[in-house]
């Protein structure tokens, strides 16, 4: 990724957190997705009042993305009103990332647009993904 596909990115992240449905923690996130055919898919957070199904920005955009036909990622970019840290994926939606590649960028970002990259399986080290699933076991006893 060139610096204004980057930009553009980040600045998407924060358009997206303009729709966040947050009135229970007045947190707002917004998400910009990066498709491997260019296409820029955005989520938001949406709460629930029962807060166990409220959905985070980064699995919006992952949803909205896979249930569009897309499957391989390049970047996402994750925005917040926080003032002095960048906003970080909690460790569900970093589950959520790893489950399409433990090799393409995050822009973790601040209101000012500037960013911390990181690659998703850095974000998730000893991750658990489809591959883990395949390996051998030990055989079970009757």
């Known amino acids: 990724m060139n610096q204004e596909q980057i930009d553009d990115l980040v600045k998407a992240s924060h ?13 707002r996130v917004g998400a910009a997705l990066l498709c491997q055919d260019g296409t820029v898919i955005k989520g938001c957070n949406v709460e ?5 199904l409220t959905i985070c920005a980064e699995r919006t955009a992952l ?3 896979v249930s569009e036909g897309h499957r391989k990622f390049k970047a996402i970019a994750i925005a917040s009103d926080l003032s002095n840290s960048i906003i970080t994926p909690c460790g569900a ?20 647009l500037s960013y911390k990259q990181m690659k ?18 030990i055989s079970q006893s009757a």
């Open 63 to 65: 949803v909205k993305a």
């Open 15 to 27: 358009e997206a957190k303009k729709n966040s449905y947050s009135c229970y923690s007045k947190f």
């Open 93 to 112: 939606c970093r589950q959520f990332l790893v489950e399409f590649g433990v090799n393409w960028d995050v822009f973790m970002t601040k209101p000012d």
């Open 120 to 137: 998703t399986g850095d974000l998730l080290p000893l991750c658990f993904v489809a591959d883990s699933l395949e390996e051998e076991r």
């Open 48 to 52: 629930n009042a029962s807060y166990g």
